[in-house]
């Protein structure tokens, strides 16, 4: 997807909601147990519950893996359920070597090889350039490499600070020579509102993938007021609050229901900015 | 595997070589691919072929997945045929918030959620404390911490000088308030070769996964001269110069032929430290 899709996309919903598809087995409603596969289940009627109101879908890969090959097949029927026009997120904060990541790449982007093809996935910048261009050699797939994250372990390196900047500023202005913001955008974690004014600094048009609202205790208004741009600039994900807003059989409108809150709220932030 | 066994493992083999099974199903010998499941055959062969000269195998978890859910099936396959009594590592380059690390800690370690289970898992450092420790809780299962990569990319952020270090130096010196040694390693690229003095400064005993002797240029002898400790302390890992020895039918015996050209050099760095 490009950049002009994904900001029409924003447009004509008036929303920047990712939903997370966090989906773990032993929280989602009983009910659902008797389908074959019921993780997909599960996906896919919050996918249709909630596709009208967000305009991308973050699947966390680490809740599939750790069902193993059961896990990665729920994986892989979800990531062909999502609709082709929503932009899709494998989020799985891989990353090593140029030739292993070029696999990786192969892993989320290629439908051939692996079966899935997402339109972006989530890197680590910690092993530096090689480690990140073999996924930008697919066009019009996206990068998101993680700068400023949402976890109390963030604390630990991410504010290092060296000669000229922190670590996840040198992390921003180092990659900036790797791609436009055609092609790469950024992790930034909203429980951290104000931080946003130091990623706008090196970063004042890319697209920022807001985890952290909800659940983890971020707040939409603050990553608002600091990070919004005049193209939105922002995806704010939210996983648990949405999908697990009923553990009920009507878990799937439940869902709807705070989606729809969530997509009320980014309207007026959007309209604010004449968007 | 506790660091004891290890250690007497390296003692009995006289070795302290990792085999890397990075197996590309375009560069196994052709007529495998009459196997319905050529990788698995090919690991299977390579295992029962180097398994008394090696005292770990590494899974780069990249090569698997790239086949989608045909790869998956592969890796579990090949993690449940390794030896129970060899290091088993899952070059997995994981690393989240708390919450999804302890997800990424099941697909790797919890045989009864993933049906599989390694000793180790390679992790990313950028995201901190809360992102390493859910892999800590395992009992004699490791966590082996990106420190010093061996690729070009590894300058990017690696390097960057903070008040009192590198970064590498940083991941090193926090991460030990995390855990052991006795729970920990480090990955540290051979490419270096006199880094390995800097890095023994803020880590003596710990034992390090060296990646990037042979096809990425590093020397063994460098690595022993600078890295070696009283317990060898090292896991040097080979792949590509061992597993695509030969791209005949030969294949076993060429990579038997390598691991064991590799297996003489180190018995003889060993007994020169009088391990």
Known sequence: MTR?????????KKSFLTVGLDTDIKKIPQHLLTFDDPVFEFNKQIIDATKDLCVSYKINTAFYECRGLAGWQSLVK?????PKDIFSIADAKRGDIGNTSAMYAD?????ADSGMSFD???VAPYMGKDSVSPFLKFQNKWVILLALTSNEGAKDFQFLKNEESLLFESVLQKSQEWASNEQM?????ATRGDAFLQIRK???NHFLLVPGVGAQGGSLGDVCQYGITKDC????????????ASSGEDFAQAARAEA???QQQMAKELEKIGF
């Open 202 to 204: 090196h970063a004042p």
């Open 78 to 82: 979800t990531a062909n359920y999502l």
């Open 185 to 189: 955008m950024y992790v930034v974690g």
């Open 120 to 122: 972006s996935v989530t």
């Open 233 to 244: 600039g922002l995806l704010v994900n939210s996983s648990r609050a949405i999908i697990y």
């Open 107 to 111: 892993a989320f982007f290629s439908q």
């Open 260 to 262: 729809q809150k969530v």
């Open 4 to 12: 002009q899709e994904l900001i029409a996309q924003i447009k004509k």
